[in-house]
């Protein structure tokens, strides 16, 4: 059986101060990597992100804020991950935002910061980073798309040419890279019960006048043939599989884990 730890190995983790950003940062210390957090969120957010990092391994687990609209501090992210970790063996993009609305209301600075989050971020962190991996010998991306990477939903104009986007960037990518040892991966969840969501519920229930359990299963799930939503844990296994020697031949693959949503 191939070894899954990941002692010894670097990761820059955007997105990652709560929700499934920072499961995947959890989930790769526990294997044994070192991590660098990014991500939005008070101070004391970010220290109780830190602090549950940390406490899943030994090896150390920084943050740095940058801003993932601004390729100039993108650029300075992966450098600092660098210079405290000795290199980047593993990249995860995850960083995002949503906004919904009908194209013709949808403001344009939310376009903006849309495609540059979701999108042209990922594609920021991977050229400041392939250079790093190449003089290594190898490395792991893996981008964190959306079940929207293979299909739409109405409202979500943005959202979803960002993730087509991803899925596009990821195959690109994974090409050019194919004799490098670099794979390129992304991962595309349904619905995932992440606080934000939690959080969502009741007050979707309290907006339609419908039961908390109708928002789930007529709602939230609706698209999701198994009902039932995505754990944090269930994507940051996956990704754990992508990021290690397992997952060798395994590259510009856009791999579900969404109940069976894109299956129809």
Known sequence: MTDLTLAGKSALVTGSTSGIGLGIATA????????????????????????????ASASDAVFVAADM?????????????????????????????????????????????????????????????????????????????????SVASPFKSAYVAAKHGMAGLTKTVALELAERNITVNAVSPGYVLTPLVENQIAATASARGISEDAVVSDVMLAAQPTKSFITI????????????????????????????????
Do not use: C, Y
């Not at 210390?29 to 970010?46: E, F, K, P, T, Y």
């Not at 300075?76 to 993009?93: K, P, R, S, W």
């Not at 754990?240 to 060798?248: G, I, T, V």
């Open 233 to 264: 844990e269930q994507v940051a296994e996956l990704v754990l599989f992508l990021a290690s020697d397992a997952a060798a031949s395994i590259t510009g693959s856009i791999l579900p884990i969404d109940g069976g949503w894109t299956a129809q």
């Open 69 to 149: 609209r601004v390729p100039g501090e993108i650029e300075a992210l992966v450098q600092e991950t660098v210079d405290n970790f000795g290199g980047i063996d593993i990249l995860i993009n995850n960083a995002g935002i949503q906004h919904v609305a009908p194209v013709q209301d949808f403001p344009i600075e939310k376009w903006n910061d849309i495609l540059a989050i979701n999108l042209s971020s990922a594609f920021h962190t991977i050229r400041s980073a392939v250079p790093h991996m190449l003089s290594a010998g190898g490395g792991r991306i893996i981008n964190i798309a959306s079940a929207h990477a």
């Open 28 to 55: 790769l210390a526990a294997r044994g990597a070192q991590v660098m957090l990014n991500g939005l969120g008070s101070q004391h957010d970010i220290d109780a992100a830190l602090a549950q990092v940390r406490a």
